[in-house]
């Protein structure tokens, strides 16, 4: 009655009789010993106590679908706390959507995400305080450290971030006259970055650095010089002075995730987590936005996936 505005409405809700929706109330009346309806020439409304009691109906309702949630949880076998470190792409594209997904799939399982740089997340990782570490590599990643797994979650290409000012870049042949921003040493930019120049006679280095891709759209936009950038990190090119290029050839991007190799066979919520995150990078578009200022757009595959 409270959300449908009156007996009719209760009656219509529950397919029943609007009598035996009054008997019901009378019935209910007669148990807490207060009136909870009050019949006016409009029809039956609420009486202080009714509310009252419909607001504590509606707690107690909440509690019970939660209380449920967590029971299939338990039915289900898979409980635990997943903590997850990783860095701005990852957390923005992939873990936090998922995130929204596994709750509502598996919800005993609680995922905790922290930002953080790869360095403190092996420290953090190898002590136990992390579960989880999340990496970006260029095309030929590393093996991972004894003891340790890095299962692959997805591929991304590079692609080409210049100033409109340089004109359209038809092929590598055009990348020669580039002056190339500079990333962190051993970061996956920057090995994407050193691969891609490694053919030409003199690559031109700016004496610009970057470390967020962000603030290396920020500088292409200022003409301090070009760069490559993930497609998950396309969200922050939105200048009209940058020019996104999908150029066959840069390599891609991979994204890993590090955990202890033996921690799966006794974890099953970090089991089910991470085979549950792999099939849902899967169904992640391969999608590259291109063009100054994003003008226009393109869809094209990635290694390792098809198109939707």
């Known amino acids: 009655m409270h959300r449908e505005g009156g007996v009719t409405g209760a009656a219509g809700r529950l ?10 109330l009378a019935r209910l ?20 106590a009714g509310r009252a009691l419909a607001a504590g109906a509606e707690r107690i309702e909440n509690e019970l679908v939660e209380l449920s949630s967590t029971l299939r949880s338990y039915a289900d076998g898979v409980t635990g706390t997943i903590r997850v470190g990783a860095f701005p792409t990852f957390i923005n594209a992939i873990l936090l959507p998922y995130r929204r997904d596994l709750t509502a799939t598996t919800p ?3 995922v905790r995400i922290a930002e953080i740089e790869e360095p403190e997340g092996m420290t953090l990782l190898r002590s136990g305080r992390l579960d989880v ?6 095309t030929n990643p590393e093996t991972a450290p004894q003891g340790y797994t890095d299962a692959p979650v997805y591929d991304e290409p590079w692609v080409l971030i210049t100033h409109v000012g340089n004109g359209p870049i038809a092929s590598r042949r055009d990348l020669d006259g580039l002056t190339w921003l500079r990333q962190p040493p051993g970061s996956a930019g920057n090995h994407a970055m050193e691969r891609i120049t490694a053919s030409m006679a003199r690559p031109i280095r700016s004496p610009h650095m970057h470390y967020s891709y962000s603030t290396g759209v920020a500088m292409v936009a200022e003409g301090l010089g070009a760069t490559v950038l993930p497609q998950l990190a396309l969200t922050d090119v939105n200048r009209p002075e940058v020019r996104v290029t999908a150029l066959p050839g840069l390599g ?11 921690a799966v066979q006794s974890e099953p919520a970090l089991a089910q987590f991470l085979d549950q995150l792999c099939t849902w990078c899967g ?5 590259v936005r291109t063009g100054p200022g994003l003008g ?3 869809q094209r595959p990635h290694p390792g996936q098809t198109s939707p």
């Open 29 to 48: 009346e007669r148990e807490v010993g207060v009136a909870v309806i009050e019949r006016t020439v409009s029809g039956a409304v609420l009486t202080p």
């Open 133 to 138: 570490l999340c990496l970006e590599r260029d």
């Open 296 to 298: 226009h757009a393109e």
């Open 108 to 110: 005993g399982i609680d």
């Open 283 to 287: 169904r992640l578009p391969a999608r």
């Open 15 to 24: 397919s029943i009789s609007a009598s035996a929706v009054s008997q019901q």
């Open 252 to 262: 891609v991007r991979r994204l890993l995730v590090r955990h202890r190799t033996r």
